[in-house]
T-cell receptor, first 111, second 112 residues
Framework: GQQLNQSPQSMFIQEGEDVSMNCTSS?????WLWYKQDPGEGPVLLIA?????ELTSNGRLTAQFGITRKDSFLNISASIPSDVGIYFC???????????FGQGTTLQVKP | DGGITQSPKYLFRKEGQNVTLSCEQN?????MYWYRQDPGQGLRLIYY???????QKGDIAEGYSVSREKKESFPLTVTSAQKNPTAFYLC???????????FGPGTRLTVT
């Protein structure tokens, strides 16, 4: 089936550092979403991307929709301890609203 | 207070028993989804419903059943046929015409 490859699988960084993670696919998708999941909670939508080449920011977060429509990246600037969690990319598959999720990137921030 | 409610947060059952997980929403969203999450893995789609009285199987529907009698509610039953039911279960909704899904807080089911 269709898969998203998300990397890195995990990151352990110092507070204040910038972070970058990405997501790639072998297929073209027209909507890319980034979610964050805190431990024991449901994922929360961070950024939605609808147009190839689009660069969107949400506070310290910046995400880009790749021009080929087969990839996306998420950057976090000046990380803080509350950035800890699992970050998922997701793409919209078909016309039923089904999402395909990446395996997630686990981020740990050392104060 | 608007949103998606999943209850209970933690659920414990003995093997061989069916158990029903609740998902309620007051966002007036048409579509609802159930996902399963295992440690270190992404979300896998169990069932989804785009409209009341209609639902479709997702990628891992075996051993699960759902109903959609009301727009606000989409309960998931984990049957005794599900071989490995212990997991974190997440419910999500989507408004008609939108692409984004919004998630509830999840229910952690432990079967022993």
């Amino acid at each position: 089936g269709q898969q998203l490859n998300q990397s890195p699988q995990s990151m352990f960084i110092q507070e204040g550092e910038d972070v970058s993670m990405n997501c790639t696919s072998s297929s073209i998708f027209n909507t890319w979403l980034w979610y964050k999941q805190d431990p024991g909670e449901g994922p929360v939508l961070l950024i939605a991307l609808y147009k190839a080449g689009e660069l969107t920011s949400n506070g310290r977060l910046t995400a880009q929709f790749g021009i080929t429509r087969k990839d996306s990246f998420l950057n976090i600037s000046a990380s803080i301890p509350s950035d800890v969690g699992i970050y998922f990319c997701a793409v919209l598959s078909g016309n039923t609203g089904k999402l395909i999720f990446g395996q997630g990137t686990t981020l740990q921030v050392k104060p | 207070d608007g949103g998606i409610t999943q209850s209970p947060k933690y659920l414990f059952r003995k093997e061989g028993q069916n158990v029903t997980l609740s998902c309620e929403q007051n966002l007036n969203h048409d579509a609802m989804y159930w996902y399963r999450q295992d440690p270190g893995q992404g979300l896998r789609l169990i069932y989804y419903s785009q409209i009341v009285n209609d639902f479709q199987k997702g990628d891992i529907a075996e051993g699960y059943s759902v109903s959609r009698e009301k727009k606000e509610s989409f309960p998931l039953t984990v049957t005794s046929a599900q071989k490995n039911p212990t997991a974190f279960y997440l419910c999500a909704t989507r408004r008609s015409g939108g692409d984004e899904q919004y998630f509830g807080p999840g229910t952690r089911l432990t079967v022993t």
